[in-house]
Structures are given as structure tokens and as C-alpha cells.
């Protein structure tokens, strides 16, 4: 099993910006897979927010796409997720993860068919 380990999150005000990484255990490189995040807040249902292929081809969730920004630093054998205008209803626990093969490779999705996912990393909008 890959290890992945989430890093960025934190405390933000309205309207501020966070950049989320993931970076997987070493030996792990990116090969033909899918990569992506989901968030969950207490007491709602989990969340598929992007994904992105190794073809750099990229999808959002309906509720984020505009202010969320997915990317992958291959030299770096990481990925990530920005976040920008922060809203409060953007406060969760944010997980990468990823899936072995590049099907299925959607943010509804890949919180199905993931292979891989980390422990998370929390977000609390406040002001």
C-alpha cells in the first residue's frame, strides 16, 4: 500500500488561500494513475473536490471549480490542491488520494475507487 501524506493545512480568514500538498511514500512515482482530493466536514457526507490524470487532463467538483486548483509537480513527486477565496463552508478534513489506473478519474468517483488515500489534513476558516 502507498502512503500518502497530506501537508498545508491550518487556520485561514475569509478570503485568504491555502495550497495543499500530498507527497507519497518513498520509492512511490507517478505513473498512469488518477490523483485527487476530497473533503469531509462533521456531520456531512464526504466530498469529491478535483482530480487530475497523468495527462494533465483535470476535473472538478460543481461546488469548488473556479476557486480550487489541482496540479502535479512530477520533479518534486508530488500534487496539489490551492484554494482560493476561502470560504467557511470550506472548513473539513481534506484527503488525497490515489487510484492505481486512470479510469474512473473523477471527484465523484475517485472517492469510490481510490486505491490510496491519506489521513488528512485540517482547514478551519475563521475570522
Known amino acids: 500500500q502507498v502512503q500518502l501524506e497530506e501537508a498545508g493545512g491550518g487556520s485561514v480568514a475569509p478570503g485568504g488561500s491555502l495550497k495543499l500538498s500530498c507527497t507519497p511514500s518513498?520509492?512511490?512515482?507517478?505513473?498512469?494513475?488518477?490523483m485527487g482530493w476530497w473533503r469531509q466536514a462533521p456531520g456531512k457526507e464526504l466530498e469529491g473536490l478535483a482530480t487530475?490524470?497523468?495527462?494533465?487532463?483535470?476535473e472538478y467538483g460543481a461546488s469548488v471549480k473556479g476557486r480550487f486548483t489541482i496540479s502535479v509537480d512530477e520533479a518534486k513527486n508530488a500534487f496539489y490542491l490551492e484554494i482560493n477565496n476561502v470560504k467557511e463552508e470550506d472548513s473539513a478534513m481534506y484527503h488525497c488520494?490515489?487510484?492505481?489506473?486512470?479510469?474512473?478519474?473523477?471527484?465523484?468517483?475517485?472517492?469510490?475507487?481510490?486505491?490510496?488515500w491519506g489521513q488528512g489534513t485540517q482547514v478551519t476558516v475563521s475570522s
Open positions: 488520494a490515489i487510484r492505481r489506473w486512470q479510469d474512473y478519474c473523477d471527484p465523484t468517483l475517485i472517492r469510490i475507487y481510490a486505491t490510496d
Open positions: 518513498s520509492g512511490f512515482t507517478f505513473g498512469d494513475i488518477c
Open positions: 487530475i490524470d497523468r495527462k494533465n487532463r483535470k
